[in-house]
């Protein structure tokens, strides 16, 4: 009896060892069932296709998988059941949980079959994480391992892709050349070619880049990767001069009915290349098509903006190149084509508001005649620098120079002609002539520095005479001799003979601050000049300070008035940004739609921190720029110019501490640039008024087509 009760004992142990053994198996057998179905799926997706991803599948490996994990670790299933967690958690995009899984195994399997899938797909994980330096070196590893073929190829891709979007185009080739030659399979090649014929592109080695462009098509290529190769074909065909040979590639795409979707940018392409061979004719014509049939707003714009080009540069024809900008800005308003052909309509309808339209005789009063002046200078700048009229530009600021001579600007519009004159003719002596004559005529006008800088005469006996080199010789002997009396004299100079310089309020102040901080008298008198300078100059930053001085609050730099900020267009001035949506919209609502409501006036003198910016001073000059604005490549077809808007913070030194960039070019290469060159600025600090010293300025850089591209 004994024997077969413990006969039955055991034989009921092992059933249930056996029933635990049948859940374990089968519960892994369901998750690597689900697994490889998924699996299977994805990889039978074909080249140019989206990813096939069946993440229920998935999801169901990865719940059966935790299972024997959690409750079997020392199967020998563990490594496989852990690979299978991994690769589905990564596909069900939980990128931290599968480096979790693939670490584990490289750390406890390391002779695991699936160690080596493990380090790629770790790699690819991390890479999804953006921690993409360590990454790379796990794809660098990979690729300078025996392993198979299908592993270096995918290292070799990732570490191309990483090294290409860095634009290190040719240490990317080398990893693209090992994929095309010898280790992808055929999808992989065709990619890899890709890479390599846009990095010649981008290389601006475009003759390589055509014939790189040309191989994908004997490649069997996607769809997508033949309209990609046909169209950056004419693209290069068109610098290389090829324009008969270009257009071919773009009929082929366009008799193409595979494409039909993209025929409106495949005529904007053509109408491009018959641009390059001067064909405006049939460029013209191919625009207008576009206009009429294109279904995308977006092709109608460029289609707009082209043909405004094409009548403002080619034909001359102002009036009708504005009708097309509108019609751009009508088409999409928010696309850069909208927004560049908002600004060049705007330009053009500047001209009205700087017509001549006052009379200069001998009762018009002095500020009249700066105003008119300076609106005339206006005028000269826009036909320069916005609407690529040199010949007009120079008439218009003769015409400163003739009718205004008594204006505070009218030796700054003959700087202004000299500069113009050695860009139309570099080995001309006529902007010599012209500074020169200015130095004659304006011995004592602010601007004579500038002049004497441009013709390399400072420091020499020419270098004096003028308000600035008074106020010098003033701040030279009270800092550095301490000589207060003298300080004081020639602080008087400028006072008694420049009551129109910019430095005559400042000679005022450090009058009496002079006489403060040396010689008080110790009555009430520098109290009351304070008192005086305050209340008869209450607008003036000068008037500011000394105000200070009398009531003991920190002073604040004094900010332009909404009128002061804003020209006639509701722009502030020299603002081509801004200048566009006041004159354009005819509503509120309409300027809002486009970003240029009255909160963009604001938004562009309001600092980081809340407060109020101010421009920078027009008399702090710019004492080094240690990089350079070159004018990019990519911008050569576009040929903008204009100004942007930047805030900067000064350091005590007058280089530039921290900067924010306010409005943008079009092209992304112009901003770029331009934010280096301007970090790179040192200014003047001398004349930075004290109340504003470590406040954020607003500073207007110059974007100036090179006169080549002309």
Known sequence: MRRIICSLFALT???????????????????????????????????????????????????????????????????????????????????????????????????????????????????EQEAIDDAMEIFADLFESDIDRQFKAEAALALGRYQFDKKNYKLSSRYFLAVRDSLGSDAEKVIAQEHLADGLYAQQQYADALAS??????????????????????????????????????????????????????????????????????????????????????????????????????????????????????????????????????????????????????????????????????????????????DTAMLEMQYVVDSFPTAYDAPKAMIALAQMAWQADPDSARGDSILQNMLVRYPNSDFVPEALGLLGLVGTPADTGYAEAYFRKAENFLIDDKNIDSARVYYQIVMDRFPESKYYMQARFAQIWATEMYASPGDSSVFYAYQALADSFPSNDWGAQAKSKVTGHPARAVQPKAEELADSSGATPGDTTLADAAEDADTVEESSEAGYSGDRLAEMYTDPNGERAIDIPANVQVMETRKEFEYPSEAFVSRWEGELYFQIRLDFSGEVSEFVQKSYAPIDEINLRAQETVQSTVFDMRLIPPAALNGWFVYKFKVILPSHLR
């Open 13 to 127: 142990l092992l059933l249930g060892i056996l029933s635990g053994c049948g859940v374990y198996y089968n519960t892994f057998y369901n998750a690597k069932k689900s697994f490889n179905e998924a699996e299977d799926e994805r990889k039978q997706t074909k080249p140019g296709q989206a990813l096939r991803i069946r993440t229920n599948l998935y999801e169901v490996a990865i719940d059966k998988s935790l299972k024997v994990v959690e409750n079997h670790p020392s199967s020998k299933y563990y490594d496989d059941a852990v690979y299978v967690l991994g690769v589905s958690y990564y596909y069900t995009k939980q990128y931290a949980k599968a480096e979790r899984r693939f670490r584990e195994i490289l750390a406890n399997y390391p002779t695991s079959g699936f160690a080596r899938d493990s380090r790629l797909y770790l790699a690819k994980a991390m890479l």
């Open 213 to 390: 462009y040309l191989q994908i098509l004997g490649m069997n290529p996607t769809p997508d990767q033949k309209y990609h190769a046909l169209f950056r074909a004419a693209e290069a065909s068109f610098v290389l001069q090829r324009i008969e040979t270009g257009q071919d590639y773009l009929k082929t795409l366009a008799d193409d009915r595979l494409y039909f979707d993209s025929l409106s940018v495949l005529r904007l392409k053509m109408a491009e290349g018959h641009e390059w061979k001067e064909q405006l004719a049939q460029a013209e014509e191919i625009y207008k098509l576009v206009v009429a049939e294109a279904p995308n707003k977006l092709h109608q714009a460029e289609a707009n903006l082209a043909l405004g080009l094409i009548y403002q540069y080619d034909y001359d024809n102002l009036a009708e190149a504005k009708k097309y900008y509108d019609a751009a800005v009508e088409a999409n308003r928010g696309s850069e084509s909208g927004q560049l052909a908002l600004q060049l309509s705007s330009n053009i309808g500047k001209l009205s508001t700087f017509a001549r339209t006052v009379k200069i005789d001998s009762t018009t009063s002095q500020d009249v005649v700066d105003e008119a002046a300076y609106t005339q200078y206006q005028l000269a700048e826009l036909y320069w620098f916005q609407l690529s009229k040199p």
